[in-house]
Every structure is written in structure tokens, then in C-alpha cells.
């Protein structure tokens, strides 16, 4: 059976598993780790506080710093409302593409490190080659968040990242972080007739996003010289807004969900400090004046790192020496990369398939990409020999 052969056959036994994020991933990583502890490598298994959900850390090759991560998130988004042309979890191949929920995003990759594993165990290696596989990454980099955590405690120190996210097997060097909140608005209700006796958390919830519109306007211009990213400055978007009952009746309650996705880190410490200062100093005193116990509180949902383009880059290097590219990219999307790279290593996002078809109905990947992500990870095999 060819490499390849094998990534199918592994592939279509990962998409079998419904990992949707909601739900738990411990199949698919006791799956794995089966798979890689049967080929010699040194497996943790690191539970989340519920018990349902896990990460997975492998190593194979020496005890040691300096090693290569090849990196990817176990956990799919929902199928809920999508016309898919077949079973999502069941595989299905036509025109040599591959189709299924988490194809391209992102067992795809998962199942080529796992066929290469294989050939890897056979090898004398002269690194550390570890396999990351996370939990919740849909979700705000959850288990990314962890693993991190994990590998401080245990001092394990790698040197490069690989995250194979869908890139058509381009190399991206930079993407924009992403902060996901929830704002809730607890004030007093009343009879519309007289609106001074109460606290309308709807009216304050438009006062919250009203702020935070013009602090969009400031993060245009806040732009740093020679940004990549298109738009090449901080984001922000207002993804819902609610509150109230009925046209009489004071609205008690309100909740805004609001993104942003930053280019730099110190848009991160702006955005920080400006909303926090505008609700406790202008718009809790105000509601508190009439109703002692109105709140404002906030929900961090996900909090996911950029990946900051750098000049010196092992893992760039080291992708293009096996890929052939000349270049690298930075995207829009978000991906783990950057808290890997707040650990020190170097990081990229290089993998099968392409991010146009991820999240929707009839999501596929194509055969030839899954050959081309194993054509790299069989040349990184040979520059761990070498």
C-alpha cells in the first residue's frame, strides 16, 4: 500500500468521527494515540476539567529541546443547516476529490502526519519530532491554550511549528489575531412611560456599540507602515445585538457579541483600555445612579494570538526548503500558529486543501494536495536523517 494509499484509509476512519466541537474528541484522540503508540512513540493523553474533551502530545525520536511540531486541531464546526450531498461522516471520493466533514480542515493533514509516522518510526531521528492534535481550536483555541500550558510545566521546548491548517500548501507566515466577546447589560425594567425609574440595558448595550464603532475609525488609523494584511489594520465587527421584550416595557437585559482581530499587539492593549475605561467610568455610573445593582460584564469567548511575521524564521526556512517555495503569505484567518509562537518556537501554517472550502456543505479534499503535503513531510523525514 502506498503512503498515500494509507492517508486515505486514515482519513476516512478520522472523518468517521463526529468531532464536532460541542461534543467530545476522546475517540479520536484515543484513535490516535493507539496509532502512535503502537509505532514506539512516547504518548500524553491531557484531559480538559469536564473529562470529555483532550489534547494529545507524541514524540518520536530523541529526549531533548530543539524539536519540530507538526501541529493540528481534532475538533470540526456543526453540519447544523447545511444541504450536504451525502453523509458528512462518511467519506466519499469523486474526480479524485475527497469529501467530508473536517477533509481539508483539518484531518486531511492529520491523517498524512499519522501515514508518515509510520515511515518516521523506521528512522534514526537526530531531533525530537513531536505530533500536537488539539481540542476546541472552532471554538477559541481552547486546547491550543492548554497544550501550551502543559509544555511550560513540563519544560519541553521545541523549536519549530508546523500547523497544517489549509493552505494549498502555500506558506503563511502571518495572520491577524482574533478576540471574541460577549457584553451583558443588567439594569432595571419598568413601564415604558416612565423611562427615568429604570435602567434600559438596550439603550446602553447601542451606547456600548456606538463606542465601539469609533474606536473602530481609530484602528484604521492606527495601521502599522508596511502592514501585509489586507485590510491592512485591525478589525473589528459587531456580530449580535439583543435586548427588551416589547415596545412598553424597560428593557432589563441586552448582549452584544463583538470581535476583533488584531495586527499588533498594542491595538490589543488600545481596544483593552478604552472599553474597559468607557463602561466603568461613563456608562456604569450612569446606569448605577438609578439602579445600585445595573451591571456590565464581559465574556472573553476566545482570545486567539496573531502570528507575527518575524525576519528570522526556522520554520519558514524550513517549509520552503521542502516545498520549493520562494515565498510566504499572510492571511485573514486565525489558526494555533501564534501560541506556539509565544512559546518561543517559529511557526508557520503550511497544509492540504484550501480554506475556501472549510465550514461549508460538501467540504473536500483534493487527492493531489494530500500527495503534495506528504511529499514535504517525507522530505522532513530525510533532513532529520541527514
Given amino acids: 500500500m ?23 474528541n476522546l475517540n479520536i484522540i484515543t484513535y490516535i494515540a493507539d496509532q502512535l503508540s503502537g509505532l514506539g512513540a512516547r504518548v500524553q493523553i491531557l484531559h480538559d ?31 447544523t443547516g ?25 484531518k486531511g493533514f492529520i491523517a498524512c502526519a499519522l501515514a508518515m509516522a509510520e515511515d518516521y518510526a523506521k528512522l534514526t531521528l537526530n531531533r525530537p519530532l513531536h505530533f500536537a492534535f488539539t481540542h476546541d481550536e472552532e471554538t477559541g483555541c481552547i486546547g491550543a491554550r492548554a497544550l501550551i500550558e502543559a509544555l511550560q510545566q513540563q519544560s519541553i521546548r521545541p523549536a519549530i511549528a508546523i500547523i497544517g491548517e489549509p493552505t494549498e500548501m502555500r506558506i503563511i507566515e502571518g495572520h491577524k489575531g482574533c478576540c471574541e466577546y460577549t457584553t451583558r447589560f443588567t439594569g432595571l425594567a419598568g413601564h415604558s412611560s416612565r423611562p427615568e425609574l429604570g435602567v434600559n440595558a438596550a439603550e446602553y448595550a447601542v451606547r456600548y456599540v456606538t463606542k465601539l464603532m469609533k474606536l473602530r475609525h481609530s484602528l484604521v488609523s492606527r495601521a502599522p507602515e508596511g502592514s501585509r494584511f489586507v485590510p491592512p489594520y485591525t478589525t473589528l465587527n459587531i456580530g449580535k445585538l439583543e435586548g427588551g421584550i416589547a415596545h412598553n416595557v424597560i428593557a432589563d437585559k441586552a ?16 481596544m483593552h483600555e478604552e472599553v474597559t475605561a468607557y463602561t466603568n467610568d461613563v456608562l456604569l455610573p450612569a446606569m448605577r445612579a438609578v439602579h445600585p445593582d445595573a451591571s456590565v460584564t464581559v465574556e472573553t469567548m476566545g482570545e486567539i494570538a496573531g502570528l507575527n511575521p518575524m525576519d528570522d524564521n526556522e520554520a519558514r526556512d ?8 520562494n515565498g510566504a503569505d499572510v492571511v485573514a484567518f486565525g489558526t494555533e500558529a501564534g501560541l506556539f509562537q ?30 503534495a503535503c506528504l511529499k514535504m513531510l517525507s522530505g522532513l523525514g530525510q533532513k532529520l536523517t541527514a
Fill in 2 to 24: 502506498s503512503t498515500l494509499e494509507r492517508t486515505r484509509e486514515i482519513l476516512e476512519q478520522l472523518i468517521s468521527f463526529p468531532t464536532v466541537s460541542t461534543d467530545s
Fill in 255 to 270: 448582549e452584544v457579541e463583538w470581535e476583533f482581530r488584531p495586527v499588533q499587539d498594542s491595538d490589543y492593549t488600545f
Fill in 342 to 371: 509565544q512559546l518561543g518556537m517559529s511557526a508557520v501554517v503550511c497544509g492540504p486543501g484550501s480554506i475556501e472550502q472549510a465550514h461549508k456543505p460538501d467540504e473536500f479534499v483534493a487527492l493531489s494536495q494530500l500527495d
Fill in 82 to 106: 447545511q444541504d450536504w450531498s451525502s453523509d458528512p461522516f462518511v467519506m466519499r471520493e469523486e474526480a479524485g476529490l475527497l469529501y467530508g466533514r473536517g477533509t481539508c480542515d483539518m
Fill in 318 to 325: 524550513l517549509c520552503a526548503a521542502l516545498t520549493g517555495e
Fill in 49 to 79: 476539567e469536564t473529562g470529555t474533551k483532550a489534547n494529545l502530545f507524541a514524540t518520536l525520536g530523541p529526549e531533548g529541546d530543539g524539536g519540530i511540531v507538526l501541529s493540528g486541531h481534532s475538533d470540526v464546526v456543526p453540519i
